[in-house]
């Protein structure tokens, strides 16, 4: 059963004449009647009473009529649905990002987003970095905001942001009027530390065993939000992504002072699947995300 056979029954109904549902269609006359005996094959039962000047619906007919009307309204509604997500008036976006990256960089972008394509859905899911490449490949999201620059051959990258570690400290506490700071000195201070081990941990572990100096981790936290209201409390220091605290150091609630010999710079890649076919509304915010990466570089 094509749709064409469908809309010439139709329109035979509507004109009341074969010859004029040919003219409406722009089709010959023979032309709508093959697509009607064709129909008429298909459902087993004649359509139309063809005995009479004007064809008139038979029981069959009827039936059908009603079905054809559905079949094309469907039709046309799928149709809309697919032109509303091409033009972006509808849509669902999913992104996998861990919990520094959703708070402090996925809202730039969405905000940004939203202006152009207020009626598209964004759903961020947060994961350890580490679990985000998988639920990428399981297609867990459409794409994910990560840490690191994952290696597997099915997904493709690109750098999002670069973001440099910060130590943090209480405006009030001695060190932090100072233009540089040891590791040597900091060897005396209690720290804060993310319950989840990343490269940037590793990395200042790294460099205070370099200076045979002890990193005095006191207390371990699962949030940066909690890590910057202890070290505001003045429970010990911290080193953090400069991304998450940018507002507090703006606004002299933290305080930050370069070590000297120890800096890291995170890059923070946005990965999807190599060679995918994304929704209209996934590949505008890859774009989106893209333009943020151009305008902070």
């Not at 064409?4 to 040919?22: D, P, R, W, Y």
């Not at 039936?63 to 509808?90: C, F, N, P, S, T």
């Not at 394509?117 to 794409?143: A, Q, T």
């Not at 990343?198 to 207390?219: C, D, G, M």
Request: aromatic share 6%; with cysteine.
């Amino acid at each position: 059963m094509e749709m064409t056979q469908l809309e010439f029954f139709l329109q035979v109904i509507a004109e009341g004449s074969f010859s004029k549902a040919a003219d409406a269609v722009g089709r010959t006359q023979p032309a709508v009647s093959i697509a009607i005996r064709r129909l008429e094959d298909e459902v087993g039962a004649p359509l139309f009473d063809r005995s009479q000047k004007t064809p008139t619906l038979t029981e069959a007919g009827l039936a059908i009529q009603d079905y054809a009307r559905r079949i094309l309204a469907l039709r046309d509604q799928a149709r809309g649905a697919v032109a509303e997500l091409r033009e972006l008036k509808r849509g669902l976006v999913r992104v996998g990002a861990n919990e520094s990256t959703s708070l402090y960089l996925l809202p730039q972008v969405i905000l940004s987003f939203r202006e152009k394509h207020p009626e598209v859905k964004v759903e961020i899911y947060r994961h350890v970095s580490e679990r985000l490449p998988r639920e990428v490949l399981d297609r867990g999201v459409d794409f994910a905001v990560l840490a690191f620059e994952p290696e597997d051959r099915d997904l493709e990258s690109f750098c999002v942001l670069r973001d440099e570690l910060s130590l943090i400290l209480n405006p009030e506490h001695p060190l932090a009027g100072r233009k540089e700071v040891t590791v040597e000195e900091l060897g005396r201070e209690d720290f804060l530390a993310h319950n989840v081990r990343t490269a940037s941990r590793n990395k200042v572990i790294e460099v205070f065993a370099q200076h045979h100096t002890p990193l005095n981790i006191t207390l371990e936290l699962a949030t940066v939000e909690t890590i910057k209201r202890f070290v505001q409390l003045k429970v010990g220091l911290a080193f953090v992504p400069h991304m998450c605290v940018r507002e507090e150091l703006e606004r002299g609630t933290l305080a930050t002072v370069p070590v000297k010999g120890l800096t890291y710079v995170r890059t923070l890649w946005a990965t999807h699947r190599r060679n995918a076919t994304h929704s209209h509304a996934a590949a505008a915010f890859l774009a989106a995300l893209r333009q943020h990466a151009k305008a902070a570089s």
